[in-house]
């Protein structure tokens, strides 16, 4: 790993808020700077908050989200209509449902760009974008986010970044997204 590019380890007790904050920090990042392709990898997911605007900081990023906690679903729309291909790999459980439905009904007009793959064994987690790479313990759930003791390592190194999309790529057999 390059010095140049530290990871920040992140270690969380139960209750914690340092990963939604770095959740936070990281999608509203996209939301500016969107990535060509974003990965999410969770064996369980649900339509948790992601980004905090009841005091509306966010509001030049997005008006319509005036004073309200952004769910996930919803951020997600957004960086789909800035042009981002979101890569989504889950597991085919019930829990994941709803927040299945709600991406497919919030991007239907960008269909195109939502792809999804359901594997029964998964049990990586990850978060991939063009210049970062969260990975870890944790699911994109509310335990996984709040509650949960999890560790996870935020890396920015672009070499470390280019070789796990590599990975994932080929791992989903979308080479040409690297």
Known sequence: MNTNYPSRFIHTTNYSQEIADVLQS??????IQPSRCLWIVSP???????????ANQFLTIEPHWARKKVTFSEVLAKLVENGTVIRLATRPDPHNNRFLEKLKAATKECEDRVHIYSRSLL?????????FYLSGSM??????????????????????ISQNRIEFANRWGDEHLV
Do not use: A, R
Not at 123 to 131: A, F, I, V
């Open 123 to 131: 049990h990586s987690k990850g978060l991939l974008g063009d210049h």
């Open 26 to 31: 990281l999608f509203v990042m996209e939301i």
């Open 44 to 54: 369980w997911i649900s339509d948790i908050p992601i980004i905090n605007n009841e």
């Open 139 to 160: 699911n994109f759930t509310f335990n996984g986010i709040s509650v949960n003791e999890e560790s996870v390592q935020l890396i920015t190194d672009p070499q470390d």
